[in-house]
């Protein structure tokens, strides 16, 4: 605040060209790893959450098991690979943008 002051800022000036930058470099990675927290926690693809997802893949595991012994290791991976694809762009995000905020 001090040196806003100095520089002449006034409270709007202070606040988005010295408090601003400062709070988005420090608030970023949290609040992208909050939200792929909440993608992973909430309703996903037309509105299968998490549980209802390994829940359907338990089902399909259980009627397949006898004919694909194996197919546990499938359908789980499957399940990975649908979470990983949108969690994983996310990511690049945050670290986009964490570069970005740090120029």
């Known amino acids: 605040y001090d040196s806003a002051y100095v520089l002449g800022f006034d409270r709007r000036q ?22 792929t927290r909440m993608v992973k926690t909430t309703s996903l693809c037309m509105l299968i959450g998490v549980v209802e997802l390994i829940r359907v893949g338990a089902q399909i595991i259980d009627l397949n098991r006898f004919a694909h012994p194996d197919g546990a290791l499938w359908i ?14 996310l990511s690049l995000l945050s670290r986009y943008l964490e570069k970005r905020a740090s120029k």
């Open 76 to 89: 789980y991976g499957a399940i990975f690979f649908m979470y990983f694809f949108v969690c994983f762009p």
């Open 14 to 35: 202070t606040f988005m060209c010295i408090i601003l930058p400062q709070a988005v470099r420090r608030l970023l990675p949290p609040a992208v790893n909050l939200i």
